[in-house]
């Protein structure tokens, strides 16, 4: 960590909402040493979560003092949403009840939906305008238009859901596939929920073997596999995880929020697009105001949403199917929001 930390900039709000939770737990040491703002920009932490977690969440505060770290300028520990949303820059907001073994994201709404309509109208009322709003806590697209519904006087581009998980996992898939790292594979897609429904596309995506940059299908060469078990890998595999672990996924999705976060403020690659859920405006022909996930290239603290890639009938049917889902999702959260 640099010893030659700026003073002088003001330190950067960031709230984590679940903040005594296990995602948390992975994620508070990445963001207070500056995975996502960078290594010259101090960060104050907001941890929210609900009045009986309070004591755990005092021991996470502790270890944060404890890992010594010179760009984490102060630590909040709260349970109420105004304090913790007080003035943030950015809002990552993971706290809710996870999905169980044998559970659907739908099961979930109705847990869950209550949550994120008093934090989108704690958001609107405390955060600053420019703050940028991740929503983990599943089902995270619907919970963040739920956010952004409730939050009307902030520009619906501050809101995004997670699916870089998503994204990180496909691109893991094609590197085993192929025999590469990580890092040769680039410009795969998610396309809509991050649930069971999700595509996950490389018809766009390239990888590179022996120097040359190639098209993944090209490469694979197995259209078999990369309709059928590909997708299935990555749509399910959350659930596996949970089958495993008997918890879900943690780790891995600390490091996506990481990347989706420092994505979208520091920037993405010039030729590089990663995936976001984040507000429609029609494109592709995906029903406007939805939270979907799209292709999107960042700079300068905005995301762009990439547009005219050539989509083939297996894409448009599976774009169009975790569409639909959202519509019913946004159907259910609606009943359940106004019963
Ligand atoms: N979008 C994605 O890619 C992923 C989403 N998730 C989701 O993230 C969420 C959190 O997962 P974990 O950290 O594993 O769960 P966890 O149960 O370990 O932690 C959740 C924390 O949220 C807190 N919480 C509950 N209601 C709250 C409220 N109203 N305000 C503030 N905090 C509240 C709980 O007290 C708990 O400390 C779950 O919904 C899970 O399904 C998990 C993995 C990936
Ligand atoms: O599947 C779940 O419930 C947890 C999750 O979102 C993931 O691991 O992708």
């Not at 700026?6 to 990445?30: H, M, R, W």
């Not at 429904?197 to 120097?211: A, L, R, S």
Request: aromatic share 6%; proline share 4%; charged share 20%.
């Amino acid at each position: 960590m640099s010893a030659h930390v700026s003073n002088s900039a003001e330190p950067k709000v960031v709230c984590v909402t679940g903040a005594a939770g296990q995602i948390a737990y992975s994620l508070l040491f990445n963001i207070a040493r500056g995975d996502i703002y960078g290594p010259n920009q101090r960060v104050i932490l907001h941890l929210l979560d609900i009045a009986p977690m309070m004591e755990a969440l005092q021991g996470v505060v502790m270890e944060l003092q404890d890992c010594s770290l010179p760009l984490l300028a102060g630590v909040e520990a709260t349970s109420d949403p105004k304090v913790a949303f007080n003035n943030a820059d950015a809002a990552i907001l993971v706290g809710a009840m996870p999905r169980k073994e044998g559970m659907e994201r739908k099961d979930l709404l109705r847990a869950n939906a209550k949550i994120f309509k008093e934090q989108g109208d704690a958001l609107n009322t405390v955060a600053k305008p420019s703050v940028k709003i991740l929503v983990v806590g599943n089902p995270a697209n619907t919970n963040a238009l739920i956010t952004l519904l409730h939050a009307t006087s902030l520009p619906k581009e501050n809101f995004s859901a997670l699916t870089r998980l998503d994204h990180n996992r496909a691109i893991a898939q094609v590197a085993l596939r192929v025999g590469v790292s990580v890092e040769k594979v680039r410009n795969v897609i998610i396309w809509g929920n991050h649930s069971s429904t999700q595509y996950p596309d490389v018809n766009h995506g390239e990888v590179e073997v022996g120097g040359q940059r190639k098209k993944i299908k090209d490469v694979i060469a197995d259209e078999a596999w990369l309709h059928g078990d590909f997708i299935k890998t990555v749509q399910s595999r959350g659930g596996a995880i949970i089958k495993a672990r008997k918890l879900s996924s943690a780790m891995s999705a600390a490091k996506a929020i990481v990347d989706h976060m420092h994505d979208w403020i520091q920037g993405t690659p010039e030729g590089e697009f990663v995936s976001m859920g984040v507000h429609s405006t029609g494109v592709y022909g995906i029903p406007a105001g939805l939270i979907y996930s799209f292709p999107v290239t960042c700079k300068n603290g905005t995301y762009t949403i990439v547009e005219g890639l050539p989509i083939d009938v297996f894409s448009r049917t599976k774009m169009t199917e975790t569409a639909d889902e959202l519509v019913s999702e946004r159907e259910d959260a609606n009943q359940i929001l106004s019963a």
